[in-house]
């Protein structure tokens, strides 16, 4: 099968790989997918005073489209409010990285992932806020 | 020789590129000045140099296998032989029986082979192998039941290499008075075949996995005793009734002299291959969380069948683009399952879906092998670098224990 450019650009290049502390009050952890599938995306966001998402970080165990489809999506979210981001869907994705469709499971692995880090920050400010 | 030629091709499983000296003997039977007549034409000059040609084949084809010529008949490749094989034994002998045995690790050839036989109401018994891909021969002879017709078991696995025993198995089929059917597709020129000693009854042959054309193979049939088959495919009554149409002089003539060489070539090419294999596997094997499939004893030469944790195997081949090699992982394929070949040797999700397969050949070189070895362990190391369960694997989480959200 032959990739994108673009595909190919992201694997090889791959934007913002890292770790975020999964404890700090302002950082989001999302979780998706599973060994046995074959793929397994982490992504990370923190957010600032403002409720901005300054810093994303990712990291994927899966396919070439995996690994670029959570590579665009960390960019794609940084300098967005929560729901802004919530609001990415996966046909972004693979209009961007033309995604054939075999491969656009990863395009909604990507967008789970933005869910579940979203609904992880929230947990967490709701927590903070019934504290205090 | 002696050089790296890029892109590396180490895929010789999937088929090879037909030697030179057996490209030159197919391109004498084509042309008007070349040996192009019809086999089957009796009664002229074109017709029995054609028939001579396959003759010879014929020889050369049963020499490797220790079989009469009169034991071979020609067949579109290993698939359609194993199709002749099985379902071909399978209806001759229904009235006796409908059980068949085989093994999970076998090919697709043979596996959907069986699957159509289980909708015409035949039953199919498929073991598991051991760890290692070897079959436990008591587990065979436990499945034997009072009607059981058939056992079909490969020799050498395409995907890891191993070697079954097959003349103890063709001795407990023999001596249960049932048939024995061997896909021996990856075999010629890679380990020795001989059908007496082995007790097989059925074998299925091709040529395109040892540097010989695409489009043909063989079935041996036994003689004595006197196996039949019903035939698969109908008309003019070639090959004895067991498989209609021209034979295609040209292709036969190709097998005919690629396992001709084999016979002739193998010690020293296996030697060779051998010393290029265990570079790759010293190579590699010192990296951190790397794993052999299948057994290492029990295997042809030119294998090597690596398991990656935490790296998937399609994102790997494409880190090493300039290197040719499969992957047991899904994305390869149309289905989202890993490897059903590592699957059975009970690999878990994560290795069978982070494996490769290494096979060399013929025309692999040392440098090859190095170029390999250091693009490997720089694209396992990227891959690592991004990979979440690498993390977590160094953070010490069994990742057995953590709750995936499957989708
Ligand atoms: C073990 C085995 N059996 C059968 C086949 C099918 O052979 P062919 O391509 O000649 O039909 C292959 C090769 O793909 C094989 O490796």
């Known amino acids: ?132 | 020789m002696g050089n790296l030629n890029i892109p590396v091709y180490l895929d010789y499983s999937a088929t090879t590129p037909v030697d030179e000296r057996v490209a030159k003997a197919m391109m004498d039977c084509l042309t008007v000045q070349g040996n192009f007549g019809n086999p089957a034409s009796r009664s002229h000059v074109f017709g029995w140099k054609a028939e001579d040609a396959v003759t010879e084949a014929r020889a050369n084809v049963a020499k490797l296998i220790g079989a009469n010529p009169k034991e071979i008949v020609w067949t579109s490749g290993a698939t359609e032989a194993d199709n002749l094989a099985i379902k071909g034994a399978a209806h001759f002998n229904a009235s006796k029986g409908k059980h068949i045995i085989t093994v999970k690790t076998e090919h697709k050839a043979v596996l959907d082979t069986c699957r159509q036989l289980e909708r015409e109401g035949f039953e199919v018994t498929y073991l598991d192998p051991e760890d290692n891909g070897l079959l436990d021969i008591t587990k065979l002879a436990d499945a034997i039941r009072e009607d059981t017709t058939l056992v079909s078991v490969m020799h050498v696995n395409n995907e890891i290499g191993v070697i079954q025993d097959i003349a103890a198995i063709g001795a407990l089929t023999r001596s249960k008075k049932i048939l024995f059917h061997v896909d021996a597709a990856q075999s010629p020129g890679k380990v020795a075949i001989d059908v007496e000693a082995m007790n097989v009854d059925l074998m299925s042959l091709c040529a395109h996995k040892a540097y010989g054309p695409k489009g043909i193979g063989a079935l041996y049939v036994r003689r004595k005793p006197r196996v039949r088959i019903e035939a698969q495919i109908h008309g003019g009554g070639h090959e004895r009734g067991m498989r209609s149409g021209t034979l295609a002089t040209h292709q036969i003539v190709g097998m005919g002299e690629c396992f001709r060489l084999a016979h002739e070539e193998m010690e020293e090419e296996n030697k060779r291959i051998e010393k290029m294999r265990d570079r790759l596997w010293d190579g590699l094997k010192d990296m951190e969380e790397v794993y052999l499939n299948g057994d290492l004893e029990q295997r042809i030469p030119g294998n090597m069948n690596i398991s990656f944790n935490f790296v998937e195997g399609e994102s790997l081949m494409m880190s090493l683009k300039d290197i040719a090699v499969s992957s047991g992982s899904a994305c390869t394929s149309d289905s989202l399952e890993p490897s059903y070949v590592l699957r059975a040797l009970g690999r878990n999700d994560e290795l069978a879906h982070s494996s490769l397969r290494f096979t060399l050949g013929r025309f692999s070189t040392m440098e090859e092998v190095d170029f390999t070895v250091k693009e490997v362990r720089k694209a396992v190391e990227h891959l690592r670098n991004l990979s979440p369960l690498w993390d977590m694997h160094k953070d010490g989480i069994d990742l057995d224990t953590v709750q995936w959200a499957a989708h």
């Not at chain 1, 502390?21 to 990370?44: F, I, K, S």
């Not at chain 1, 899966?62 to 489809?69: E, N, P, R």
């Not at chain 1, 967008?111 to 709701?126: C, S, W, Y």
């Open chain 1, 1 to 132: 099968m032959a990739y994108s450019d673009k595909v190919i650009d992201h694997y090889e290049n791959p934007r913002n790989v890292g770790k975020l502390d999964a404890d700090n009050a302002n950082v989001g952890t999302g979780m998706v997918g599973a060994p046995a599938c074959g793929d397994v995306m982490r992504l990370q966001i923190q957010v600032d005073a403002n409720g901005v998402i300054e810093d994303a970080k990712f990291k994927t165990y899966g396919c070439g489209s995996a690994i670029a489809s959570s590579s665009l999506v960390t960019e794609m979210v940084k300098g967005k409010t929560l729901d802004e981001a919530a609001a990415i869907k996966n046909m972004e994705i693979v209009e961007e990285l033309a995604l054939p469709p075999v491969k656009i499971h990863c395009s909604v692995l990507a967008e789970d992932a933005i869910a579940a880090a979203i609904a992880d920050i929230r947990q967490k400010q709701g927590k903070a806020e019934s504290a205090a």
